[in-house]
């Protein structure tokens, strides 16, 4: 691609950004979708390709290239691009308009950057993608720092992902995590941080308080082993994924 092509792309990146905002800033206030609202939107229920395939043929041609431009600035960078890919190919899938695919892939695109710094270049793209996400929920680079130090490498996105499913829920960032790292160091760690899981969303839906009350009770008699973590809720023993908010 020569030089004047990028700085083309790089404009219409800029253009279709300013373009949905300027969108967003016309409906009413509340339609508005916020950033988090778009991720929500551009992760549920999609089936992603750990492999990222691009299917450019999803896109129009401007929304295209300028992913292209993303993918191939997030790769000289050293971070994985199916995350980057999956995201984009998630909003073609549920037809939202190119700028906020762009959006949100960008944002990704960041937040996997710093997700590699707090959790390390040993992090598996599986790691980094959940770190990712728990950085675009509002949890703190230390918080994942202090995760990763609970988990050897490859095997924190349960704790990752559990961590932002409970701070989703209205569960404070430092209570969260001191729950999670706690779990994350017992010998079934996996079982009990999806008990965790299950534990707070069935409570959530009787108040913030209550799944607060319910998470401190759970981590107190799972840590001292007077029970048995809780059975997932899923049957392939994998976390569940958030909810919209």
Not at 60 to 70: F, I, M, V
Not at 117 to 126: C, E, F, N, R, Y
Not at 172 to 193: E, G, M
């Amino acid at each position: 691609m020569t030089a004047r092509a990028t700085t083309t792309l790089w404009m219409t990146l800029q253009l279709l950004s300013a373009t949905a905002a300027t969108q967003a800033a016309a409906l009413p206030a509340h339609r508005v979708r916020t950033p988090s609202a778009v991720v929500a939107l551009l992760d549920t229920g999609f089936v992603r390709n750990p492999q990222g395939q691009f299917d450019a043929a999803r896109f129009d041609t401007l929304t295209a290239n300028a992913l292209r431009l993303l993918f191939d600035e997030a790769a000289a960078k050293g971070l994985p691009t199916a995350p980057l890919i999956n995201r984009a190919l998630e909003g073609a899938a549920r037809r939202v308009n190119g700028a906020r695919i762009l959006s949100v892939v960008r944002a990704h695109a960041v937040a996997l950057a710093e997700a590699k710094g707090a959790l390390g270049d040993i992090s598996t793209v599986a790691e980094l993608d959940a770190g990712a996400d728990a950085i675009r929920a509002g949890i703190d680079l230390k918080t994942l720092s202090s995760v990763r130090g609970t988990r050897h490498a490859g095997t924190a996105v349960t704790a990752l992902v559990v961590l932002t499913d409970v701070v989703n829920r209205g569960v404070p960032t430092p209570t969260a995590r001191d729950a999670v790292t706690a779990l994350a160091r017992l010998p079934q760690s996996d079982d009990a941080l999806l008990g965790l899981q299950s534990t707070v969303a069935k409570n959530a839906l009787r108040g913030p308080g209550m799944a607060l009350a319910a998470l401190n009770r759970y981590v107190r008699v799972t840590v001292s082993g007077t029970v048995t973590p809780s059975i997932p809720v899923t049957s392939d023993r994998k976390p569940a994924r958030p909810p919209d908010p």
